[in-house]
């Protein structure tokens, strides 16, 4: 299983950005779609965002509403989610996911999981 380490989380005023990353070891990280989830105390685990393995085609949850970007760079084995105009909402650990060849919503499908970065939105 490649392992994953996410970073960039922190404390934000609302209105805010972030930055997260989330780099993979090994020589293969081309090889895996990636994800984005996330989790806040007494819910559920969320999809955020999904990349597919050349970065060319992306997929968002609908409460993103333009403010989250995913992107990757294969060449430093890492993906990133960009996010603009945070809300209190949005506290949440964040976590990377490595999937197969085919992008998913789902998170019983993916093998491999980051340790979380905290994301703390106040207003």
């Known amino acids: 299983q490649v392992q994953l380490v996410e970073s960039g989380g922190g404390l934000v005023q609302a209105g805010g950005s972030l930055r997260l990353s989330c780099t993979a070891s090994?020589?293969?990280?081309?090889?895996?779609?990636m994800g984005w989830f996330r989790q806040a105390p007494g819910k559920e685990r969320e999809f955020v965002a999904s990349i597919s393995r050349g970065g060319g085609t992306t997929d968002y949850a609908d409460f993103v509403k333009g403010r989250f970007t995913v992107s990757r760079d294969n060449a430093k084995n890492t993906v990133y989610l960009q996010i603009h105009s945070l809300k209190p909402e949005d506290t949440a650990v964040y976590y990377c996911?490595?999937?197969?060849?085919?992008?998913?919503?789902?998170?019983?499908?993916?093998?491999?999981w980051g340790q979380g970065t905290q994301v703390t939105v106040s207003s």
């Open positions: 090994g020589r293969t990280f081309g090889g895996y779609t």
């Open positions: 996911a490595a999937g197969g060849s085919v992008m998913t919503r789902q998170s019983r499908q993916y093998r491999s």
